[in-house]
């Protein structure tokens, strides 16, 4: 991979657009996991992630009840696209991660039209079973913001156990990923099967993406 700066990347002695990597998924499918391997590839590249954000105001303001919760969800994605454009004015080479959808679409190609750079979306699918098992697991056995869980939460109150969300069912998780609509289209499009993250063939994946990157417009 060749090296950038912050203004522009210069790829075999030209210099291009900056880009913008979107990888995008539904619960289970390792956004975060297969993002450090993007970054271990790319490694100047700046890496946004929504939930930061999110985790942050929920520590910072908590809320008492889920038009509270998503008055916080809709404060942290105006952060987000902030942060988002002021790094793109500054002509960074980036990837955001998080579970983008057909309401975030137009949003994103806006930005990345006005702003000169070039887009690839990573769509991440698998196995509806696979996926959702790991979703599952993450709530249950992984550190994470308790927020994400909950539906009343103080920083420092304890939770009770009325606060917590029930993990939905199998046909429900399916249900409410179809309906919310991950197969979004900006820029090259990858679809990688992460089912089993182990048989991903990542050198030959990023080097198509480098190569999408990289390539002048026509």
């Known amino acids: 991979m060749n090296s950038s700066s912050d203004h ?4 075999h002695g030209k210099i291009m657009a900056p ?3 979107i990888v995008t998924g539904p619960p289970g499918c390792g956004k975060t996991h297969f993002s450090a391997r993007v970054k271990n590839y790319f490694p100047a590249i700046t890496v946004l992630s929504y939930d930061t954000i999110k985790e942050r105001y929920f520590d910072e303001y908590g809320f008492d009840n889920m ?3 998503q008055r916080v969800n809709d404060m942290s994605i105006a952060a987000f696209y902030a942060l988002l454009k ?15 959808n057909i309401i975030h679409e137009q949003k994103l190609c806006d930005m990345v039209s006005s702003l000169g750079y070039k887009a690839v979306t990573i769509r991440l699918t698998g196995d509806w079973r696979a996926l959702y098992e790991r979703a599952v697991h993450r709530d249950v056995h992984e550190p994470r913001n308790p927020g994400h869980l909950l539906r009343v939460y103080h920083k420092e109150r304890p939770v009770k156990p009325e606060d917590v969300i029930p993990e939905p069912d199998f046909e429900s998780f399916v249900e409410a990923c179809e309906r919310k609509n991950y197969r979004i289209e900006i820029g090259d499009v990858f679809t990688v099967d992460v089912t089993d993250y182990d048989a991903v063939d990542y050198a030959s994946l990023f080097a198509e993406i480098e190569k999408a990157v990289t390539a002048e417009s026509m």
């Open 86 to 100: 002021d790094t793109m004015q500054m002509k960074k080479n980036i990837l955001i991660e998080y579970p983008f």
């Open 67 to 69: 038009e509270e919760k």
């Open 19 to 21: 880009f913008l990597l």
């Open 8 to 11: 522009a990347i210069f790829y």
